[in-house]
């Protein structure tokens, strides 16, 4: 049985020690923000044992005033991060995750009335986003993202609940932030009602803040539920929150750098927003007027470090979100199911299945599309339990021995996808088609003559792990 343990750390500092101390920290002196820090990261998310980087004396900024990137970048830091046994890896992590997933019980965030975040408070002229080293990313960035890794905080005036999202926020000037939400994000359909009122929309964006606050802030959750709610239940105890003075929205205590302001409606001012290196590994979204935020109040711990998750980089870390998609599926009615696993972000599903019936594999496929976690995938492959889907070699080999092109795929057109996607087609896009392809692989032994299927010879799991555990140590010098 596996199974989750508790968090070992309050705030992002006590993460940082806690990687650290597992070996899992990088600590870079003297980069640039213009681009450097971007590369950087890039490469030490590729590196063969990715690990958290840290700068520090960044050019042009105060020493102390620090960036972290590639926080979770691999399955030891997942582990640290979300409480979970970091002798774990592959689907054992996607196990542990969902099994603590079924737990949930919504813990409300308490209020108190200072923490780290108040030691430092500018308001009015005294607001200046440029004093903090924010990342030029990537070569052709429209600008410095200061937001890649954030918590975007909003409550929606009519049901009295607290969203919070990540979406990518840069700075335009001393005061003014730009922000791009995608249609239909929770946080897009808020603004829009008070812009409905001719108001500004009141809003919190956190810079730097711990893994799990960050993790929830992009977790896909229906409308209505409270992520800071949710990230109390994995900490084990309430979000200690602060209300801002002119929102009256909760700033979590712990925030490293956390801002106050509105979203004016887009009449009152709007700005030139993008291109961004998006997580697709692409550039996307071009250039177009976006909605600003005009920040009213800059708090921050002192010596803050700001959350850099710049998109398209995930060096070797795990998709938890495959558990949450394993856990539709059984909400689904679909029964079986023995792992799930995400490729290239999400762009690539694998979900393996014990055969029950004849149209199980299909079913699995369709109930995926059909659900949430059906958004902007191409492949999703099904194969039998035999099948890690987190072993890429095993999935190629259930591909190539398995699935025959001509029967076994399945094309479905118009999926729900986004303007991201860098294969959307120019006349598409420019008629605002932002639906995608996605090919549905049955790679699994053709049901109704799996009995006539020629046998593996291949070892059954149990004798490998035997095997393993007997010769391990002449095994391991290889
Ligand atoms: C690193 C990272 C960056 C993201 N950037 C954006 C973004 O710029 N705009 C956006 O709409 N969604 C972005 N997302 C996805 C949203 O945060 C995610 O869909 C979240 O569920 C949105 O919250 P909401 O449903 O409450 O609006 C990002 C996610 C991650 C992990």
Known sequence: MVTATSIAYKDLRGYIDAADRLGELRLVNGADWDLEIGAITEVAARATHPKAVLFDNIKGYPKGFRVLTNAVCSPATTALAFGLDPALSGMDII????????????????????????????????????????????????????????????EDPEGKWTNAGTYRVCVHDKDTLGIWISPGKHGRLIREKYWAQGKGCPVIISFGQDPILAKVASWYEAWGVSELEIAGWLFG?????????????????????????????????SRSEGPFGEWTGYYASGTRNEPVVKVKTVMHRN????FGMPPGISGKSVQLSAANLWLALEKAGVTDVQGVWDYTTRYITVISIKQKYGGHAKRTAMAMLGSTYGYHRRFVIIVDDDIDPSNIDDVLWA???????????????????????????????????????????????????????????????EVRKETYSKWKEVLRLE
């Open 95 to 154: 196990r542990a995750w969902k099994a603590k997933l079924e737990s949930y019980q919504p813990l409300q965030p308490v209020d108190v009335s200072s923490g780290p975040v108040t030691e430092n408070i500018d308001s009015g002229g005294k607001v200046d986003m440029l004093k903090f080293p924010t990342p030029r990313w990537h070569e052709h960035d429209g600008g410095r993202y200061i937001g890649t890794g954030c918590m975007v905080i909003m």
């Open 237 to 269: 105890e309430p979000v200690k929150v602060v209300r801002g003075k002119e929102t009256g929205l909760p700033i979590p205590v712990t925030s490293e750098l956390a801002i106050e302001g509105f979203m004016v409606p887009p009449e009152v001012d």
């Open 303 to 306: 010596d803050p470090i700001i």
């Open 399 to 461: 591909l190539a021995t398995r699935c025959d092109p001509a029967t076994a795929i399945n094309v479905i057109t118009e999926a729900w996808s986004t303007p991201l996607d860098p294969r959307i087609p120019p006349d598409a896009r420019a008629q605002r088609n932002f639906t995608n392809s996605v090919a549905v692989i049955n790679a699994c032994q053709p049901y109704h003559w799996k009995d006539q299927y020629a046998k593996t010879c291949y070892f059954p799991e």
